[in-house]
């Protein structure tokens, strides 16, 4: 895909990639090899059929294309933006020995924004039952649970605590990689299916938990929304955000137009960002399309960062300063972010995640002046509605404890996505919502 210039793209919030043309498209498809044995498939977290979409689009037949992608999940042009291809389905193609491997991501993409121009059919629905089912949150997993019970005929609602459906997609993905447009005509396809979506609902507050329990089955999906801060000293002075708390300000509540909107943050002159993933980036290009100059700190090396690298790339374009093998100790202060003081960090031998450990080197200390630091170092479940719905078991990190079918400790409650995995990718979750998704209609058609 083409992205727009550098020093265009941070003065605004609109896509970076523009998406590759119908020629281009073709051209593409036609170096698949069909294979017999596809690993691409194998790659796909919701097991769509890509040699089939692919062949379709070599032969021009786009409907048909789209549909097949659809006939696995209901969301291909998020999915074609934000999911981490490189190391799935196009890691596996056989292609990418010797050669690029096929741009699978970019024909997703290219398909669900052709079916948006050309018009979005509805994939056929099963026969309508008479069981209630009720989804907690409207992120990936929620949505792709929700789909997949909706085409199986369930009667299915779905509770969400903000006042906009999507999830991380809506609050936490910024415009210019995930456009809302795209988010919102998604949910829309899902709500064709016939799904209820209840914004402003809090479960366990705007609507009891007696009241939840009341469905014929349950699925979780709240997300990891609890953000993790590092514990240093300073922590609690004004200029420190979690990240989820500042890309929630910016890309829901739109604060980078205060005071046009309601919601205000503070614009940073000089911002620190702590941390090497995904999040990370995200926050440290809104950062700067708010007029910042931005530093992120990492305390790995460059190439330990669990960020995509097209995401590192475009950071560093973007004129991101990456400052690795450094680590925070104190942020600096009277009441307002001055400064933070950082250490370098030594590489030692391999921890279990097979990068290299890091240790301070003593001495090593010094300042980066920042008025702005925001931690994105890691988030996990909020425990609020777990708390409250009796019998369900925790794991030390606070994901909830399930089977291999997303089934919790309590009957007919059901788990997916990062309230049962920890924070992970959004097609992860998708593939885990798909299993519970699956696991549902077999209690309930059983029973």
Same mark, same amino acid.
């Given at each position: 895909?083409?992205? $727009?210039?550098?020093? @265009? ?45 692919? $062949? ?82 409207? &992120?990936?997993?929620?949505? !792709? ?6 085409? /199986? ?12 459906? &999507?999830?991380?997609?809506?609050? =936490? ?25 209840? *914004?402003?609902?809090?479960? &366990? ?7 939840? #329990? ?7 999906? *709240?997300?990891?929304? @609890?953000?993790?801060?590092? =514990? ?14 500042? #890309? ?26 702590? &941390? ?14 708010? +007029?910042?100059?931005? *530093? ?36 600096? +202060?009277?009441? !307002? ?12 031998? #391999? ?9 301070? %080197?003593? =001495? ?17 479940? /909020? ?14 990190? +606070? /994901? ?20 049962? *995995?920890?924070?992970?990718?959004? %097609? @992860? ?5 798909? !299993? ?8 309930? !058609?059983?029973?």
């Amino acid at each position: 895909m083409s992205d $727009r210039p550098a020093d @265009l793209r941070v003065h605004d919030f609109e896509e970076v990639d523009s998406g590759i043309p119908a020629e281009e498209a073709i051209a593409e498809a036609a170096r698949c090899l069909q294979c017999k044995k596809p690993a691409c498939v194998d790659g796909c977290p919701v097991g769509i059929d890509i040699p089939g979409f692919i $062949r379709c689009i070599e032969d021009g037949d786009f409907r048909s294309a789209i549909g097949i992608i659809k006939e696995s999940n209901m969301l291909p042009a998020v999915c074609g933006r934000v999911c981490p291809q490189e190391v799935q389905c196009e890691g596996e193609c056989i292609l990418g020995v010797k050669d690029k491997p096929i741009a699978i991501g970019s024909l997703e993409r290219f398909l669900a924004d052709w079916e948006r121009e050309n018009g979005i059919e509805i994939p056929e629905l099963a026969e309508k039952r008479s069981e209630r089912i009720a989804v907690v949150g409207s &992120g990936p997993a929620g949505l !792709t649970a929700a789909a997949e019970l909706a085409r /199986n005929g369930f009667s299915v609602t779905i509770f969400e605590a903000f006042h906009e459906p &999507g999830g991380v997609l809506t609050y =936490g993905i910024p415009e210019f990689r995930l456009p809302k447009e795209v988010v919102q005509a998604e949910i829309s396809e899902v709500k064709r299916l016939g799904v209820e979506i209840r *914004t402003n609902y809090l479960v &366990g507050r705007s609507l009891p938990v007696e009241e939840l #329990l009341s469905y014929d089955a349950i699925i979780l999906a *709240t997300g990891a929304g @609890l953000p993790a801060f590092m =514990g240093i000293p300073g922590e609690n002075q004004i200029g420190v955000y979690s990240a989820n708390e500042f #890309l929630t300000r910016v890309n829901l509540l739109h604060a980078d137009a205060f005071p046009h909107h309601d919601t205000p943050v503070k614009k940073g002159r000089s911002v620190v960002v702590i &941390g090497g993933g995904n999040v990370a980036m995200d926050a440290a290009r809104v950062a700067k399309r708010m +007029g910042a100059d931005v *530093t992120l700190v990492y305390r790995r090396r460059r190439e330990d960062m669990p960020a995509r690298l097209v995401e590192a790339h475009h950071a560093e374009e973007e004129g991101i300063r990456f400052l690795c093998c450094t680590n925070p100790t104190r942020i600096l +202060g009277e009441g !307002t972010v001055t400064g933070v003081e950082v250490v370098s960090m030594d590489m030692c031998e #391999l921890d279990d995640s097979g990068r290299p450990s890091a240790k301070p %080197i003593p =001495g090593s200390e010094y300042i980066i002046p920042a008025d702005v630091v925001i931690e994105a170092i890691g988030q996990s479940p /909020n425990p609020l509605l777990i708390r409250m719905i009796e019998g369900l078991v925790r794991e030390k990190k +606070g /994901n909830l404890l399930v089977d291999e079918s997303g089934k919790t400790t309590v009957p007919k409650i059901y788990a997916a996505g990062d309230v049962a *995995t920890g924070a992970a990718t959004v %097609i @992860l979750a998708m593939g885990a919502a798909k !299993t519970a998704a699956d696991a549902v209609c077999r209690m309930l !058609t059983e029973e």
